[in-house]
């Protein structure tokens, strides 16, 4: 079992930044990719950004791309996703997640979920 926790959301102007984390134990970190994806009420919960288990690799969905980074410290056994430019769009609650397998960018590959971390743009 993998348990995630992930921490740092909370309210930010457009145009702000905010970094998230999400922290992991049960397992050896380095062994999982990592994803971070966000879900609005009513809408279905969409892929963000993963990472590879080494960090050498990373993945971004379109409407994030140049704006968000996600980076691990596999020696802290934690995954963070920084946030700039944030719009009202971002509004959700975010969720790390973990992957035996290769990063991916569908939510069926990742094995172990995070309980979320609401992040609000305001205008």
């Known amino acids: 079992q993998v348990q995630l926790v992930e921490s740092g959301g909370g309210l930010v102007q457009a145009g702000g930044s905010l970094r998230i984390s999400c922290a992991a134990s049960g397992r050896t970190f380095s062994n999982y990719a990592m994803g971070w994806f966000r879900q609005t009420p009513g809408k279905e919960r969409e892929f963000v950004a993963a990472?590879?288990?080494?960090?050498?690799?990373?993945f971004y969905a379109s409407f994030v791309k140049g704006r968000f980074t996600i980076s691990r410290v596999n020696a802290m056994n934690t995954v963070y996703l920084q946030m700039n430019a944030l719009k009202l769009d971002d509004t959700a609650v975010y969720y790390c997640?973990?992957?035996?397998?290769?990063?991916?960018?569908?939510?069926?590959?990742?094995?172990?979920w995070g309980q979320g971390t609401q992040v609000t743009v305001s205008s």
């Open positions: 990472i590879s288990r080494s960090g050498s690799s990373t």
């Open positions: 997640a973990a992957s035996g397998l290769n990063a991916a960018t569908a939510k069926a590959r990742y094995d172990y």
